[in-house]
C-alpha cells in the first residue's frame, strides 16, 4: 500500500480516484476547493478516467450527479457550507430517488455573518434529508470512508447517497500520513456492478414519478427501512474492510468507557481533543470515557445505548447551533431522545464547541469533565446548552 | 407523394413518412387541446426509442406520470424545476463515461433530450440551461413554451408575451396585463456557440420533425424552442390548438427559422403577414387589449421579425397585409 502525506480533502480525492468513479461533478468553495482541484488534476494527467462536468453551482453539481447516477454511473462531489445547503433541495431528491451517490463535505460554518471557517452548521442543515452521514476524524479514515460509503450505498439493501464529513481546514487542510489502496484492490471490495434501477433504452422505466396521497407515504417508509438497514450494512462493510486491508473503525467508537462513571460524545476532528481530555481529566482522578459518533444517519441508537450502560451523566460536544430548539446542539438532541425513551436514568448535558472555529483547547474538554462529574456528583443539572469558549 | 415511412434520426419529405411508433401513449391527463402532446409524440418518434428523457417539473411530468402509471415508453427521469439542463449533462457524462469503459454498447447513439416548460427554462432553470450549453453536453434541450406557468394555474413567466393576462398580471385598474417584453431564447442559445438552435410549431410538423432530426445530429448542445398553445391558459376552444399555432406563425408573432452552424435561415417565409389582431382575437388573454397596446404589439413583432430579416440577409418575413 502507498503511504502518502495528504490533506483530508486530497484524501478523499485519491479515494474518489481508487474507486473508479466514473462521473464527477464540482464547484469550487472553501474548504473543499483543493478536493475539486485535485480531482480535475486526476482526470487531467489521466490518471482517473471519469468525466469532469465544471458545473456552474453546486445546485447543478447535486443535479448533474443525480442525473449521472441514474444512468448507472459511480458519481461523487465534494462542496461545504453554503454549497451544502444550495445542494439540500436536490440532495432530498437524489435520497427519495434511491441514488448511491457519494459526496464529501469539508464542513463549515453558515452566514450571517460570513464565515469561511469550519463548524457543523452545513452538515447539521441536512441531518433529515435522507442521505448517510458519516464524520470522519483524520485524513486515514477520510479516505477509507468515502471507500465504504460506496459499498453501503451501493448494497441493494440500501441505495442512499452517502456524505463523508470532514471538518473544514481542522481536517480539511491539514496534512497526515495516509495509506492509499491500489484500485484493482478498491474494486475488489466495491465492485462495478449497477445494482439500483438506471436509465436505460433496453428496458425504460420512468424515475421519479408523482406520489400521491396514495402511495407517497409508502415510499417514504421504504427510506426509513433502508437507513435501518444502513446501520447493518455499514457495520458489515467496515469489518469486511477491516478484514480485507486492516483498517477498521466500528460505527461509534469507545474510549476508556470500560470502567467510565460519566462521559462525553464527540465527532469529527474534536473527538481526538476530546481523547486528550479524557486522560487528562483521568490523570485528576475523573473516571470519564469517551465515545466517538462515526455515523450519524443512521443513528446508532442500540450501540450507543450499550455503551451508555452504567453512565450517570453523558455530554455532548456538539459543533452546530439548532437556534430555538430545547437544545442547541443537534445531536445533543439525537442523544436526548434516547436517553428519554430508552435510558431515563442517565443525565445529559449539552454542549457547543468550535462554533465558526472558535479554538477547542484540551483544558476546555478536560473542565467539560469536571462539570459532568460535579454533576455526577449532585451539583444541579443545566437545562440549557452550555457554549465553551463563549466570550462573556 | 412519398408513402414509405422512414426510420428515427432521418429527415423526412411529408407527414406520411412520419413513423408509426408511439413512444409516449395515451391515457394522461392533459386537458384536451394540450399543444405539448402535439410536440413531444413527433419529437419522440424523431428521436426513436434509443433515447433518454429528463423532464423537468410542468404540466408535462404532472399529466403523464402519477404513480404506478407512466406514460413513458423511453427512460424518462424527473429531478425538480430548476435543474433540466444539469440533469441532463450528468446524463451525457454518464453515457461517455460508461461507453468509454465499455459498460454500455460503444457505438449506439443514445439521445438525451430534455422536455422542459418555460417557467423552467427561461426563469429558474436558466442558469441550469445556459450551463448546459456552455459546456457543450451534447444534448437536445426542448423548451415547450406555453407562455406561463400554466402547471400551478396560469402565473406570468418571462417568456409570457406583452399583454397577456395571467392570474399574476391580472387586468385591473393599474395593471392591464403584461407589460414587459418576453426573453428572446433563440437568441440567448445561440450566445453560447451551439451547433443547432430552431423554432418549430406544431401546426408545422414536418418542419418539427426534421428540425428534430437535425438537433438529434448536431455535433454538441442543440437547443428547440417550442410553440405550445394552451386552450386553458389562453382561454381559446381546444379544437382551435393547431389554427392557434399556425396564425402565430402567418402574423409573424412566431418566426419558423433555425440557426445551423453558423447559418441562419427561415423555415416557412411569410411573404405576407396577417395582422397580430387575427392571432389575439381567438384568445381570452388578449381580450382586455385597447388598441393601443394591440398597436404596441405589433411594433413589437414588426422589430422581432426586422431582426431576423437582418440575421437572413433578406426580406423572408413581408410587411403586414390587412
Redesign the interface.
Known amino acids: 500500500m502507498p503511504r502518502l502525506a495528504l490533506t483530508t480533502n486530497y484524501a478523499v480525492a485519491h479515494a474518489a480516484k481508487d474507486s473508479d468513479v466514473d462521473v464527477v461533478a464540482a464547484y469550487p468553495i472553501t474548504p473543499s476547493t483543493p478536493a475539486a482541484e485535485k480531482l480535475a488534476e486526476f482526470v487531467a494527467n489521466g490518471e482517473m478516467d471519469a468525466e469532469y462536468i465544471h458545473v456552474e453551482s453546486e445546485h447543478s453539481a447535486a443535479s448533474a450527479l443525480v442525473g449521472a447516477s441514474a444512468t448507472g454511473a459511480r458519481a461523487f462531489t465534494v462542496t461545504a457550507s453554503q454549497g451544502l445547503i444550495y445542494m439540500s433541495e436536490v440532495l432530498y431528491i437524489a435520497s427519495g430517488l434511491r441514488l448511491p451517490m457519494v459526496l464529501g463535505v469539508a464542513s463549515r460554518a453558515l452566514s450571517a455573518p460570513l464565515s469561511i471557517w469550519g463548524d457543523m452548521h452545513d452538515i447539521a442543515s441536512l441531518r433529515d434529508a435522507g442521505l448517510m452521514i458519516y464524520f470522519v476524524s483524520s485524513a486515514q479514515e477520510a479516505y477509507d470512508t468515502v471507500i465504504q460509503a460506496f459499498k453501503v450505498a451501493e448494497d441493494p439493501r440500501v441505495h442512499l447517497p452517502a456524505i463523508v464529513d470532514y471538518d473544514g481546514f481542522v481536517l480539511s487542510h491539514v496534512t497526515e500520513p495516509v495509506e492509499t489502496i491500489e484500485r484493482e484492490e478498491v474494486l475488489k471490495y466495491i465492485p462495478k456492478s449497477i445494482t439500483w434501477n438506471v436509465l436505460n433504452p433496453k428496458k425504460p422505466i420512468s424515475i421519479g414519478t408523482v406520489g400521491d396521497p396514495d402511495y407517497y407515504y409508502e415510499f417514504k417508509y421504504q427510506q426509513q427501512v433502508a437507513m435501518e438497514n444502513a446501520l447493518k450494512v455499514a457495520e458489515e462493510a467496515d469489518r469486511e474492510f477491516e478484514r480485507m486491508f486492516g483498517r477498521g473503525y466500528g460505527i461509534i467508537e469507545p474510549y476508556r468507557m470500560d470502567d467510565a462513571e460519566i462521559a462525553m460524545i464527540a465527532y469529527g476532528a474534536h473527538a481526538g481533543t476530546a481523547r486528550v481530555a479524557v486522560d487528562k481529566a483521568r490523570e485528576k482522578g475523573i473516571k470519564v470515557g469517551l465515545v466517538r459518533l462515526r455515523l450519524w444517519r443512521p443513528f446508532p441508537s442500540e450501540q450507543l445505548k450499550k455503551l451508555l450502560e452504567g453512565i450517570s451523566v453523558v455530554g455532548v460536544l456538539d459543533r452546530a447551533m439548532a437556534l430555538g430548539g430545547p437544545l442547541q446542539g443537534p445531536v445533543a438532541l439525537d442523544v436526548g431522545t434516547l436517553i428519554a425513551t430508552r435510558m431515563p436514568d442517565v443525565r445529559l448535558v449539552s454542549f457547543t464547541i468550535g462554533i465558526g472555529q472558535r479554538d477547542v483547547r484540551v483544558e476546555d474538554l478536560v473542565r467539560v469533565a469536571e462539570m459532568l462529574d460535579e454533576i455526577s456528583k449532585g451539583k444541579e443539572i443545566p437545562m440549557k446548552t452550555i457554549p465553551i469558549g463563549l466570550r462573556e | 407523394m412519398s408513402l414509405k415511412e422512414v426510420g428515427p434520426m432521418q429527415e423526412i419529405r411529408n407527414h406520411m413518412q412520419i413513423p408509426r411508433e408511439e413512444y409516449i401513449a395515451g391515457g394522461h391527463s392533459a386537458c384536451q387541446g394540450c399543444g405539448h402532446f402535439v410536440i413531444v409524440r413527433h419529437l419522440l418518434k424523431a428521436a426513436g426509442?434509443?433515447?433518454?428523457v429528463?423532464n423537468p417539473t410542468g404540466c408535462l411530468?404532472?399529466v403523464t406520470?402519477?404513480?404506478?402509471y407512466?406514460s413513458?415508453?423511453?427512460?424518462?427521469?424527473?429531478?425538480?424545476f430548476?435543474?433540466g439542463?444539469?440533469?441532463?449533462?450528468?446524463?451525457?457524462?454518464?453515457?461517455?463515461?460508461?461507453q468509454?469503459?465499455g459498460?454500455?454498447p460503444k457505438d449506439e447513439q443514445?439521445n438525451v433530450v430534455v422536455f422542459a416548460g418555460d417557467g423552467g427554462t427561461v426563469d429558474i432553470g436558466f442558469?441550469?440551461l445556459?450551463?448546459m450549453l456552455?459546456?457543450g453536453h451534447k444534448v437536445v434541450y426542448v423548451l415547450l413554451d406555453n407562455e406561463a406557468y400554466m402547471n400551478t394555474g396560469i402565473q406570468r413567466s418571462g417568456s409570457t408575451p406583452f399583454g397577456a393576462w395571467t392570474t399574476t398580471t391580472p387586468v385591473g385598474k393599474k395593471w392591464k396585463g403584461e407589460w414587459r417584453v418576453r426573453k428572446d431564447m433563440i437568441q440567448i442559445a445561440v450566445a453560447h456557440h451551439i451547433p443547432y438552435a430552431a423554432t418549430i410549431n406544431p401546426a408545422y410538423p414536418v418542419d418539427m420533425y426534421n428540425k428534430m432530426v437535425k438537433a438529434l445530429k448536431a455535433n454538441g448542445p442543440a437547443f428547440l424552442h417550442a410553440y405550445s398553445p394552451c386552450p386553458t391558459g389562453w382561454r381559446f376552444d381546444p379544437s382551435k390548438t393547431i389554427e392557434v399555432a399556425r396564425l402565430a406563425v402567418l402574423t409573424g408573432y412566431w418566426v419558423l427559422y433555425e440557426y445551423d452552424h453558423g447559418q441562419y435561415k427561415v423555415n416557412v417565409p411569410v411573404l405576407k403577414r396577417k395582422p397580430v389582431k387575427e392571432f389575439i382575437k381567438l384568445q381570452g388573454r388578449f381580450r382586455h387589449m385597447t388598441e393601443e397596446q394591440v398597436k404596441k404589439l405589433q411594433e413589437i413583432i414588426d422589430q422581432h421579425v426586422e431582426m431576423i430579416n437582418k440575421l437572413v440577409g433578406k426580406q423572408v418575413i413581408g410587411p403586414v397585409v390587412e
Request: hydrophobic share 45%; proline share 6%; aromatic share 6%.
Open positions: 426509442p434509443n433515447t433518454i429528463v411530468e404532472v406520470t402519477v404513480f404506478p407512466s413513458w415508453r423511453v427512460p424518462w427521469i424527473h429531478v425538480a430548476e435543474n439542463g444539469a440533469v441532463a449533462s450528468g446524463v451525457e457524462a454518464a453515457i461517455k463515461s460508461l468509454r469503459k459498460v454500455l443514445i442558469q441550469s445556459s450551463g456552455e459546456r
